[in-house]
């Protein structure tokens, strides 16, 4: 038999940092476990034990890194693995460019694909945007839960998606 993700709809008002919004902080908090890498963090500190990394210096984070460069650096430096990891990049083109000034941001497909790297083997993923797969069977991950936060009228709705990673077991998953 084939689990279906726990799926939740929330209304809640919009707000360009994501995490200011109430119950969007205290859903993604609750999903948190471990150590946890807020790798597009905002201006928002979460109540989990994270690292936080923004592309702005402005932002309260420890890293300024583009996403591509920190998942690197830490691969390279860092013996501590992630047990979450959130990934609330813009959604849009348009969105980037608001909220980064202009700056180019990594080819997310690229971040994803090396995110593993710098993960514990049943670590999870939390992704907001407007798709709800994000890391995919192809990387070991499944949906275990998306929450649709509806913020009324003609606004997109932000999809939140968990994922957690698997290991398959000579065709098998586990």
Request: hydrophobic letters at 40%; proline letters at 4%.
């Amino acid at each position: 038999m084939k689990l279906q993700p726990e799926m939740r709809l929330v209304k809640t008002p919009l707000n360009r940092h994501t995490f200011k919004v109430e119950p969007i902080r205290r859903i993604v908090e609750a999903e948190c476990c471990g150590l946890v890498l807020n790798l597009f963090a905002g201006v928002t500190k979460l109540s989990v034990n994270e690292i936080r990394n923004d592309l702005r210096k402005e932002t309260p984070a420890k890293y300024h890194l583009d996403a591509l460069d920190f998942v690197k650096h830490w691969h390279d430096v860092e013996e501590r693995l992630f047990d979450t990891v959130i990934l609330d990049p813009p959604y849009s083109y348009r969105k980037s460019m608001e909220m980064y000034r202009g700056a180019k941001n990594s080819r997310f497909k690229r971040v994803k694909d090396l995110l593993p790297n710098i993960m514990s083997s049943d670590g999870r993923v939390i992704t907001f945007g407007y798709h709800s797969i994000s890391m995919g069977r192809r990387r070991n991950f499944k949906v275990v839960k998306i929450v649709l936060f509806s913020h009324g009228g003609a606004i997109h709705d932000t999809i939140m998606s968990v994922e957690q990673r698997f290991r398959r077991v000579k065709g098998l998953l586990s």
